[in-house]
Antibody, heavy 122, light 109 residues
Framework: QVQLQESGPGLVKPSQTLSLTCTVS??????????WSWIRQPAGKGLEWIGR???????NYNPSLQSRVTISVDTSKNRVSLNLNSVTAADTAMYFC??????????????WGKGTTVTVSS | SYVLTQPPSVSVAPGQTARITCAGN??????VHWYQQKPGQAPVVVVY???ARPAGIPERFSGSKYGNTATLTISGVVGGDEAAYYC????????????FGAGTEVTIL
């Protein structure tokens, strides 16, 4: 059973870098053809896709965040990381990681982590 | 950017049928997926590729699409179905690959 677990600081100061890790258990990132996404959700609001990465290191980012986001993969540790720089209060949200499944002509997210809350405040 | 439009809320009595719509330009050409999110929990996919249901999802959940609107139907709703529901499409022709609707809160009366 594949499980995803997000981790990282729950509090980040404005203008600093938010860094989160998504650790995958139950399967090896190296063995599959999945992409791994980051999604965030401000309290009481909807879901926003941040970006994703493949085991090969290929990435795609949401254009609205692209200038501040870096997603990386460490196959030896079976984890994916998110860095978001120059954060403001608007980046306060629950952050989820997910596994993206290819269905022939579409992707969807079949497995999600439980999420981790990040607050941006001084 | 591509926009998916959902009603903010839907209310339904227990045992009745809830229908949640998701409208988007040319959605007929896209595959629509639906997620259920209960308070404090991560989303769970309940329908993928317009009509397919993952293992473990009750048959009460079904998806359909007609014209520029996709619909998630929950038949014989129970209290445990109270949640937010999001539609999602993947659009490789745009930079924002994954687009979510704003979500619909389903309230059981």
């Amino acid at each position: 059973q594949v499980q995803l677990q997000e981790s990282g600081p729950g509090l980040v100061k404005p203008s600093q870098t938010l860094s989160l890790t998504c650790t995958v258990s139950g399967d090896s990132i190296s063995s599959g053809s999945y992409y791994w996404s980051w999604i965030r959700q401000p309290a009481g609001k909807g879901l926003e896709w941040i970006g994703r990465i493949h085991r090969t290191g290929s990435t795609n980012y949401n254009p609205s965040l692209q200038s501040r986001v870096t997603i990386s993969v460490d196959t030896s540790k079976n984890r994916v990381s998110l860095n978001l720089n120059s954060v403001t209060a608007a980046d306060t949200a629950m952050y989820f990681c997910s596994r993206d499944v290819w269905g022939g002509y579409y992707y969807y997210m079949d497995i999600w982590g439980k999420g981790t809350t990040v607050t941006v405040s001084s | 950017s591509y926009v998916l439009t959902q009603p903010p809320s839907v209310s339904v009595a227990p045992g009745q049928t809830a229908r949640i719509t998701c409208a988007g330009n040319n959605i007929a050409s896209k595959s629509v997926h639906w997620y259920q999110q209960k308070p404090g929990q991560a989303p769970v996919v309940v329908v993928y590729d317009n009509t397919a249901r993952p293992a473990g999802i009750p048959e009460r959940f079904s998806g359909s699409k007609y014209g520029n609107t996709a619909t998630l139907t929950i038949s014989g709703v129970v209290g445990g179905d109270e949640a937010a529901y999001y539609c999602q499409v993947w659009d490789s022709s745009r930079d924002q690959l994954f687009v979510f609707g704003a979500g619909t809160e389903v309230t059981i009366l």
